[in-house]
């Protein structure tokens, strides 16, 4: 399997002898449709300065001349009547010219070789030597016209400026290579930490830190991924307190059921002792039951809640519902409860909301004492609905508020454990709130009471 390393070398080196390849196209390309007609210009310019020189001042050795003239970075060629060839200069690659071109120079056209080369994708036509990649021009020697061929000697004009480019494209694609070996395994050395690092996330060790010391992408996926690893340790942390709490919350009650079985069968147990045995094994029973019921709930509440499952209800309505159902409750302890209700259409799960609600109201009237008073409101604002519930009973310590709402949380000697109360209620209500996009906050002050406040959004403001 090609590791990262290997793709990213290769990628690179390919984007760079791709790139190579088409500049040299496009510089081909730019030469043949914009440089060549500018460089036949020039040469036919040349070709045309040299014949007239000759001429002008009868040079009774025109090969002298000729010979004098390619030393100065030229080639030439000279073609007279007969046929008869002559080569000053650097032989050419290909003395080959069609007869036709031939007889239009000797006849007195200038042959523009140059202009008229055949475009090649991969040759660049500038440096092509050969024949017919040249300037024809009539010259007269010794009273008879013969083709004069002529072109840059780009070997003699370049050889070292060619040499020169070479070795510098050949070291910088060299030095380039090495520079991509290397940096990519700057590049690939935290991506490697990062790959150890979840094998042993993924092996239970959430205690990493990865010393990575980027401000680009890696270095922030660094910086996430230990984020993720202490948040992966607190949760593993959490649900171990959470499964000793469990372990411990089962085992209480089912310790007394034990003992207080095992107390019945003595023969010589009164009446009375007995009934008390039996009270209290049902008093654990039912915390047993009530214990399992609130986890199952909490398992389901671990998904998410669909908005098509929810429904258009009245808080209010609901409300009063609940406090009707608990009338027997604040009655017998002889709770003022005052409600301050306007009609507020949300959308949500009726049950689990019902849920939030009679968990609220019950956790005030079990903790306000006889003849105090519970005080229930409803608001509309910019943030949703606000639904209030006050007490005036015993209250919270303010240290013990940030962890109110934790699975088993136990605040203090005042509220002890009850049939009823598995230290999950507010848990529950926590996260019924959550899946309804809701908030949930209390403010309280020990001895003087508590108030709860969910914020759930209206009916119109789901579809904003």
Same mark, same amino acid.
């Given at each position: ?126 440096? +092509? ?179 098509? +499952? ?58 306000? +004492? ?27 310590? #303010? ?12 605040? +203090? ?39 709860? #406040? ?11």
């Amino acid at each position: 399997m090609r590791t990262l390393y290997v793709r990213i070398i290769a990628t690179t080196m390919g984007i760079m002898i791709a790139s190579a390849l088409f500049a040299f196209v496009a510089t081909n390309v730019y030469y043949h449709y914009y440089l060549k007609p500018v460089n036949d210009q020039k040469v036919t310019q040349i070709a045309k300065d040299t014949v007239a020189t000759f001429e002008e001042n009868e040079y009774e050795d025109p090969f002298k001349y000729l010979t004098v003239f390619a030393d100065l970075g030229y080639q030439l060629y000279l073609i007279d009547q007969q046929g008869n060839r002559a080569m000053f200069g650097d032989p050419f690659r290909n003395d080959e010219l069609a007869e036709e071109h031939i007889e239009s120079v000797l006849s007195g056209e200038t042959y523009h070789g140059i202009a008229d080369y055949p475009w090649k994708v991969f040759v660049t036509g500038f440096f +092509d030597n050969e024949l017919q990649n040249t300037i024809g021009e009539p010259i007269q020697v010794d009273g008879e016209t013969s083709a004069l061929f002529v072109r840059p000697n780009t070997t003699q004009q370049f050889g070292e400026m060619r040499f020169f480019l070479a070795v510098l494209l050949g070291l910088a694609l060299l030095f380039s290579f090495l520079f991509v070996l290397v940096s990519t395994s700057f590049i690939v050395r935290p991506i490697k930490r990062l790959t150890e690092a979840t094998k042993k996330i993924a092996a239970g060790n959430y205690h990493l830190k990865l010393n990575v010391n980027r401000k680009d992408e890696i270095g922030r996926l660094a910086v996430d991924f230990t984020k993720m690893g202490d948040r992966l340790n607190q949760t593993e942390e959490k649900r171990q307190a959470f499964v000793s709490n469990v372990s411990h919350e089962i085992q209480s009650p089912l310790t007394s059921i034990q003992g207080f079985s095992q107390a019945l069968r003595e023969e010589e147990l009164s009446e009375e002792d007995r009934d008390r045995y039996l009270g209290i094994i049902e008093k654990e029973s039912r915390r047993l039951s009530a214990l399992s019921k609130q986890l199952l709930t909490l398992s389901f509440l671990d998904s998410e809640l669909r908005v098509s +499952d929810m429904v258009e209800l009245d808080v209010a309505a609901q409300l009063k519902e609940v406090v009707s159902m608990t009338e027997y409750h604040w009655r017998e302890k002889d709770i003022t409860i005052e409600m301050d209700l306007s009609p507020n259409l949300i959308l949500g799960d009726p049950g689990l909301l019902q849920q939030v609600w009679m968990n609220l109201i019950t956790n005030a009237i079990r903790y306000t +004492d006889p003849g105090g008073m519970i005080v229930i409101q409803t608001a509309k604002g910019k943030e949703g609905v606000t639904i209030s519930v006050k007490d005036s009973g015993i209250g919270i310590n #303010q240290e013990d508020l940030p962890q109110l709402f934790e699975r088993f949380y136990k605040v +203090d000697k005042a509220r002890v454990r009850t049939e009823n109360n598995t230290g999950l209620g507010l848990s529950i209500v926590k996260r019924i709130v959550d899946l309804h996009s809701g908030t949930i906050m209390v403010d309280s002050e020990l001895g003087k009471g508590s108030e709860f #406040q969910v914020i759930l959004r209206s009916k119109d403001m789901f579809y904003l």
